[in-house]
């Protein structure tokens, strides 16, 4: 599950991740926009539910100097022994650019740069070295993780997805549908033992078809008109599904550009419907090769009119063990 879940302060996530746990999600990976830091909500889970698994989904690279992104790995790595993994990636220029006053410059780079180095910094190395988008010197963790935790790297394209295969110990998903997997891991090679696929998965449960088809649509037209999200799905093959939004797009037609969304693209891209209907759909994605679905779960009309108590019982219906109880 992705976290923190909308609706719930995070000093009373301590209830949610109970939840999550009993339901039987094993992981929690967090995301990094506007909300929280991808951090500090896994700092929380570590402490409160020992038992869950913890991700970043992602950390951006630019962000953070190589050495405090370094650190904050290590810190988590440290409370959670074993439990953690670093997802990195470029993110967008407008995270970067725009929100955090950094140039977006090379993210190709800045990517293999940033994950050569933390490989080399979280095993307690001393790393002196003039990559190609940033030099370090002697830097060295003063408390290096005794399990220096995997790193998987966010891809979109073939570049970045092969650069995951050849040197990330997974890779991470996001935007695509469960019958776009096989094509993305296609382009990682020959996978090496314990390399990990995870893919961020959005999930509205609501039988509400056109609240949730509108809810996708502003989704698909703020994300999938970011340049490297749209070469993305122009490389699915989505160019005359998705070219009328682009087009209104362009021209500044916000409210065109979401209506031009198909509704076939919005059912492919956000789960909707009964809570069992989207968990079956999520495990398809497990079925073409996703070891680590990530729900990111959208608001509903229910949940937004019952609160927390409604949220917390939408978690246990989409949990494993609700499966399990019902058999």
């Given at each position: 599950?992705?976290?923190?879940?909308?609706?719930?302060?995070?000093?009373?996530?301590?209830?949610?991740?109970?939840?999550?746990?009993?339901?039987?999600?094993?992981?929690?990976?967090?995301?990094?926009?506007?909300?929280?830091?991808?951090?500090?909500?896994?700092?929380?889970?570590?402490?409160?539910?020992?038992?869950?698994?913890?991700?970043?989904?992602?950390t951006p690279v630019f962000t953070r100097g190589p050495g405090l992104l370094a650190m904050s790995a290590a810190a988590l790595a440290e409370a959670a022994p074993g439990r953690f993994s670093l997802g990195i990636g470029a993110s967008s220029p407008v995270l970067v650019r725009d929100w955090n006053a950094v140039p977006f410059d090379e993210p190709f780079r800045r990517t293999r740069d940033m994950l050569r180095f933390l490989r080399a910094a979280l095993a307690g190395e001393t790393v002196d070295e003039a990559y190609d988008t940033f030099t370090v010197r002697r830097f060295t963790l003063e408390r290096p993780p005794a399990v220096p935790p995997p790193i998987l790297l966010a891809?979109?394209?073939?570049?970045?997805?092969?650069?995951?295969?050849?040197?990330?110990?997974?890779?991470?998903?996001?935007?695509?549908?469960?019958?776009?997997?096989?094509?993305?891991?296609?382009?990682?090679?020959?996978?090496?033992?314990?390399?990990?696929?995870?893919?961020?998965?959005?999930?509205?449960?609501?039988?509400?078809?056109?609240?949730?088809?509108?809810?996708?649509?502003?989704?698909?037209?703020?994300?999938?008109?970011?340049?490297?999200?749209?070469?993305?799905?122009?490389?699915?093959?989505?160019?005359?599904?998705?070219?009328?939004?682009?087009?209104?797009?362009?021209?500044?037609?916000?409210?065109?550009?979401?209506?031009?969304?198909?509704?076939?693209?919005?059912?492919?891209?956000?789960?909707?419907?009964?809570?069992?209907?989207?968990?079956?759909?999520?495990?398809?994605?497990?079925?073409?090769?996703?070891?680590?679905?990530?729900?990111?779960?959208?608001?509903?009309?229910?949940?937004?009119?019952?609160?927390?108590?409604?949220?917390?019982?939408?978690?246990?219906?989409?949990?494993?063990?609700?499966?399990?109880?019902?058999?």
């Amino acid at each position: 599950m992705t976290v923190p879940l909308g609706g719930i302060a995070l000093a009373q996530h301590d209830a949610a991740y109970a939840a999550l746990d009993r339901a039987g999600f094993t992981d929690v990976w967090s995301s990094e926009v506007a909300g929280t830091d991808a951090f500090t909500p896994l700092a929380l889970a570590a402490a409160w539910q020992p038992g869950l698994r913890l991700g970043t989904a992602i950390t951006p690279v630019f962000t953070r100097g190589p050495g405090l992104l370094a650190m904050s790995a290590a810190a988590l790595a440290e409370a959670a022994p074993g439990r953690f993994s670093l997802g990195i990636g470029a993110s967008s220029p407008v995270l970067v650019r725009d929100w955090n006053a950094v140039p977006f410059d090379e993210p190709f780079r800045r990517t293999r740069d940033m994950l050569r180095f933390l490989r080399a910094a979280l095993a307690g190395e001393t790393v002196d070295e003039a990559y190609d988008t940033f030099t370090v010197r002697r830097f060295t963790l003063e408390r290096p993780p005794a399990v220096p935790p995997p790193i998987l790297l966010a891809a979109l394209r073939p570049g970045m997805l092969r650069l995951a295969g050849a040197e990330a110990d997974g890779v991470i998903l996001n935007w695509l549908s469960a019958d776009d997997v096989p094509r993305a891991l296609a382009e990682l090679g020959e996978r090496r033992t314990g390399f990990e696929v995870a893919a961020r998965i959005f999930v509205c449960p609501t039988e509400d078809a056109a609240y949730a088809r509108a809810l996708g649509r502003r989704l698909i037209t703020s994300y999938l008109t970011v340049p490297a999200y749209a070469e993305f799905h122009r490389w699915l093959g989505r160019d005359e599904a998705l070219a009328p939004m682009w087009a209104a797009w362009a021209a500044g037609d916000r409210r065109g550009a979401s209506a031009a969304v198909p509704d076939e693209v919005v059912d492919a891209l956000v789960l909707h419907g009964s809570p069992e209907r989207c968990r079956a759909e999520v495990r398809r994605y497990a079925d073409n090769g996703v070891d680590v679905p990530i729900v990111a779960l959208l608001p509903t009309p229910e949940v937004t009119a019952g609160g927390a108590t409604a949220l917390l019982s939408l978690i246990a219906r989409l949990g494993t063990n609700s499966v399990e109880a019902s058999a």
